[in-house]
């Protein structure tokens, strides 16, 4: 690629979800550091004023080029409601400003909403032009059990929809590439998921010393939630005040949680009083790999019908953590090869409640059973989408 220092390769982040944003940085830090070009990022307004983007994207800043669209959000949600006309209007938008500049590629950071209004386009024949369209579908959905038939339907169709886009796809979920091959035939590259690129940490890592684990076991979750919502925050909360365990077990929960959850966790805090943790704050990736390293003991995922893919997965497998994650889904079927990882059933707290008992019980054992996980490569992910 030449070295013009003028962009040359787009992104699109549309939401300000963490993990998104995580993954932005990564391709704004590497391309730049190959190339010495900065990146032009597409986003909303509400996303450059984002808590988010003060953590994740702010020390980028003179190694990317801003193009703020001026959509502000209806909601205070992570995934403001779109309709698919608005997400085609902006799609024009963007393409015309990227033939403008000269820019050629467009990785698309939350891709699957994108991707299907340009699906549409697709079956009626648009084309994107000489610009590249990159993506990652993280949400096939189709290829997912227990759901009702309304809802199969609907991934069916979408699905369909998606396959139509003249956008070039790749999945985080090697499950649901497998499970989608398997039904239809179709057949998507497998990226690796960004998330579990740790390698700088596990450098670190060996060659520090880190702090004597406390007496008792941690049950940690990492990640923002609201009171509810699938990632199931109150969910473990309900089970860890029902579980028999030991008096010196602790939960720790890390992450941006709504005010409901707060006055949720202080009202827990009467009962479980120093047992009970919170840190409600955004930590960058460093600063997470290092509270869930040192601090927490086994990762909890109670997820509710969660059907994608974890990044909190990936990276405490790669730290070698005890998990808890439900037996469906992604999680279930990676949970199944490691020894590390305890299942309870789907959307059960009384089965939540005895993966914590049995994990307390046999937490010396499975402490001691071997990592099966290496951190990825941040080049293979970057060269994936960006083809440098």
């Not at 602790?250 to 949680?257: A, E, K, N, P, S």
């Not at 120093?274 to 995922?301: G, P, T, W, Y």
Request: net charge positive.
């Amino acid at each position: 690629m030449e070295n013009n220092n003028a962009p040359q390769i787009a992104i699109w982040a549309d939401y300000h979800t963490g993990h998104r944003l995580a993954w932005v940085e990564i391709i704004i830090r590497n391309v730049f550091e190959k190339t010495h070009c900065p990146v032009l990022v597409v986003m909303p307004t509400f996303v450059f004023q984002s808590q988010e983007y003060q953590v994740f994207l702010k020390a980028q800043e003179g190694h990317f080029v801003p193009l703020v669209l001026g959509r502000e959000p209806k909601t205070l949600s992570l995934t403001p409601p779109q309709s698919p006309f608005q997400i085609w209007r902006e799609l024009l938008q963007v393409l015309r400003e990227l033939k403008k500049r000269g820019i050629k590629r467009l990785v698309v950071a939350t891709g699957d909403e994108l991707v299907k209004a340009a699906g549409v386009a697709g079956l009626l024949g648009w084309r994107p032009g000489n610009i590249e369209i990159h993506a990652g579908i993280l949400q096939l959905g189709l290829v997912y059990p227990n759901r009702p038939w309304k809802t199969r339907l609907k991934d069916y169709i979408s699905f369909f929809v998606k396959k139509s886009a003249p956008v070039q796809t790749l999945c985080f979920d090697g499950w649901a590439v497998e499970k989608t091959r398997e039904r239809f035939g179709v057949s998507l590259r497998v990226c690796v998921e960004p998330l579990l690129s740790m390698k700088e940490y596990m450098k670190e890592r060996s060659a520090g010393s880190r702090p004597d684990r406390r007496a008792g076991v941690t049950f940690g979750f990492a990640g923002g939630a609201d009171q509810g919502d699938r990632k199931g925050a109150d969910f473990l909360l309900d089970a860890f005040q029902r579980a028999r365990l030991p008096s010196d077990s602790r939960l720790f929960f890390v992450g941006r949680f709504n005010p409901i959850l707060m006055d949720y966790f202080e009202a827990a805090k009467k009962s479980l009083g120093e047992r009970l943790i919170v840190q409600n704050k955004l930590l960058s990736n460093e600063a997470l790999f290092r509270v869930m390293d040192h601090q927490m003991d086994v990762l909890c995922l109670p997820y509710r019908d969660h059907v994608g893919s974890s990044g909190f997965y990936a990276q405490a497998a790669t730290l070698g953590k005890i998990l808890i994650v439900p037996d469906s889904g992604w999680l279930g079927w990676e949970g199944q090869k490691n020894p590390k990882v305890r299942l309870f059933r789907n959307q059960s707290v009384d089965s939540l409640k005895e993966a914590l008992e049995q994990t307390a019980d046999d937490f010396e054992k499975m402490e001691a059973a071997p990592s099966i996980y290496r951190p990825a490569d941040e080049e293979e992910f970057v060269k994936a989408l960006t083809g440098i």
